[in-house]
């Protein structure tokens, strides 16, 4: 068996801490330790970048998609328009009433976090958290002006100067600048994003759009740039809860003791003095990499966001000394507990890297490995079928829903009026709403109330059953209707009909089944 740990390497040693370690962490009020984080490189790392990209290509270019909608209807892909109270979603327009939408989003997005969560720990936080994504923004821009992490601790214990100041007031410009974008972002998806920025640019957007700006800019150069991993540690709620999002099958990040330990900077000297050595040789890379600045090697803790970065940099760490990658991995409880058994003899000895190695240095075959097939478990399952059945429902909905509507409000005072030939009439406001962006002719009729006749204020037509009423495009047209019943079909007490409103055109109809009060018999 080659001896690996003789041959010579190039790996550096850091001299670095886990500030935000729970036994190093200080009371809330302590003056905080500054985090600075080196950059890695790896697999996970790429993935960092490709998700940093994409949400904010989303988040930024989104309000200047266009789809045309007709000339009655902005054309802004996605747009909340709150002065007309829609929201609109490229084809998908949602009106007031049919919030419900949202709110199935809202369960969907419940529901998708806790099945990522038990699959996969808390990959939401290490990728795609705003907060991290415009944490990895604001390094990325201060690792461009102040350097790597040497060259900014250095800088940082520096003393004041002009390439000091100089440095510091470009990373904060820059960062003030990334947080008004961000802001200004944000109310594009409130009104029509070209005419808002001109408005903006020249003083005459409204009050609210600036203090809203006001407001996000701070809250994400506050946020992103000075209170970095507190916003996780202490403002989230979503550490305390994803513990019981997680079991045993969960895949978590995870320092693989039962074959990093024990650690050793000289495990040749160790070896040869008889000690037995794991994998780790104490160097502290996966410490200087993690934004959070815990120690991934202390086990599973409530800062840990499982973006990944310490295994990248403990896979570089192990390529350069010619030893198998995943001393740190994702992994699951499970497994990992099988192969801690096999290391301490079924926990007789302390821990043994040797147990789990065949003599030619490769793994037992006992070592249990990642196997995909545990994602498919009962709870991820249960997860995805609550997730996917609530889509569902969306879409059928969705697909299924009518866009016209009638509504009717019977006047109650008087509750009917008796007519000089003794006719019954009573009075009713009818609301037909047009949920199309396109005019159309809505034919008002009715069903039931023999003899009955309706009349409409403001519409130049005669007595009937049947009315063509016009209605503006995404609008709701309010008319006064009467209804007229000879005395001789007159039943006393109250008689029900129904009020059909149709579009021909579109063959959709709504029907509301209204009331017709007459004198009760004496």
Known sequence: MTDTTSQKTDVEQFDAQAVNAAWARKPLYEARKKIFPKRASGQFRRFKWLIMLVTLGIYYLTPWLRWDRGPFAPDQAVLVDLANRRFYFFWIEIWPQEFFYVAGLLVMAGFGLFLVTSAVGRAWCGYTCPQTVWVDLFLVVERAIEGERNQRMKLDAAPWSLDKIAKRVSKHVIWLLIAVATGGAWIFYFADAPTLLVNAVTGKAASVAYGTVAVLTATTYVFGGLMREQVCTYMCPWPRIQAAMLDEQSLVVTYNDWRGEPRSRHAKKAKAEGKVVGDCVDCNACVVVCPMGIDIRDGQQLECITCALCIDACDGVMDKLGRPRGLISYATLDEYSGNMALATAGGTTGINPDLVRNMDGSFSDKVRHFDWRIIFRFRTMLYFTIWALVGIGLLVALGARDRLEVNVLRDRNPQYVTLSDGSIRN???????????????????????????????????????????????DKLRTIKVYIRQPLENVEPGKAQFRLIAADKGSNESDVYIATFDAPEKK
């Open 427 to 473: 009075g009713y406001t009818v609301k037909l709403l047009n949920m199309i962006p396109e005019p159309r002719v809505i034919f008002l009729s009715m069903e039931g109330l023999p003899g009955a006749t309706m009349s409409i204020t403001g519409i130049d037509q005669p007595e009937g059953r049947s009315f063509a009423i016009p209605v503006d495009p």
